[in-house]
Nanobody
Framework: QVQLEESGGGAVQAGDSLRLSCATS????????MGWFRQAPGKEREFVAA????????FYADSVKGRFTISRDNAKNTVVLQMNSLKPEDTAVYYC??????WGQGTQVTVSS
């Protein structure tokens, strides 16, 4: 059974940084694409970043490119989203996903101006 658990969310000021982690279990980690999505109140869930199974190629939404970095630790079965220069528009619940099929329960990120 695939299990994903996000952590690291919180309330910060604009310009601050946060590091989100996603602990995974129940599947062969190296064989999947891992990603992060987010959903703000009243909006649809949107893509943030993803990384291929071998960890060599990553993808970002234009809105976070240059500020967010996705990485993975295959030995620890963990995916990390480093978020720098946070903006109020980054406020959302952030979800970890495996192959865009299995999802965690999310972690809240709130950025105030």
């Amino acid at each position: 059974q695939v299990q994903l658990e996000e952590s690291g969310g919180g309330a910060v000021q604009a310009g601050d940084s946060l590091r989100l982690s996603c602990a995974t279990s129940g599947f062969t980690f190296n064989d999947y694409i891992m990603g992060w999505f987010r959903q703000a109140p009243g909006k649809e869930r949107e893509f943030v970043a993803a990384i291929k199974w071998y960890g060599g190629t990553s993808f970002y939404a234009d809105s976070v490119k240059g500020r967010f970095t996705i990485s993975r630790d295959n030995a620890k079965n963990t995916v990390v989203l480093q978020m720098n220069s946070l903006k109020p528009e980054d406020t959302a619940v952030y979800y970890c996903t495996v192959n865009f099929v299995s999802w965690g329960q999310g972690t809240q990120v709130t950025v105030s101006s």
